[in-house]
């Protein structure tokens, strides 16, 4: 079982950044996870962000997001980071991580096993 609570949201500029944290706690080791950022806006469903595979020697990004966010990792610290640059309006959603038993990285919601319970950015223009 992996316990997951995000940080690091708020209220921020367009052009602005952030650094969203995902902390993992519980009695599996999580570098057995890869780990994943989704995005929940009103009235739409989680969209993919970005996935980071066990080792954190791999990584995949939205197309929305390419360039502009990094996620990483420190297994050690049982830590997982989404930095966010270049935040514009449609950035603004609740941003959450999850954690899922693979090998790669996973960019299907439905395929991640624990999940957090979210932090809110919203970018204003």
């Known amino acids: 079982q992996v316990h997951l609570v995000e940080s690091g949201g708020g209220l921020v500029q367009a052009g602005g950044s952030l650094r969203l944290s995902c902390a993992a706690s519980?009695?599996?080791?999580?570098?057995?996870?890869?780990v994943g950022w989704f995005r929940r806006a009103p009235g739409q469903e989680h969209e993919f962000v970005a996935a980071i595979n066990r080792s954190g020697g791999g990584a995949e990004y939205a197309d929305s997001v390419k360039g502009r966010f990094t996620i990483s990792r420190d297994n050690a610290k049982k830590m997982v980071y989404l930095q966010m640059n270049s935040l514009k309006p449609e950035d603004t959603a609740v941003y959450y991580c999850?954690?899922?038993?693979?090998?790669?990285?996973?960019?299907?919601?439905?395929?991640?096993?624990?999940w957090g319970q979210g932090t809110q950015v919203t970018v204003s223009s």
């Open positions: 999850a954690a899922g038993r693979s090998y790669g990285t996973i960019k299907v919601a439905f395929d991640y096993e624990h």
């Open positions: 519980g009695r599996t080791s999580f570098k057995n996870y890869a």
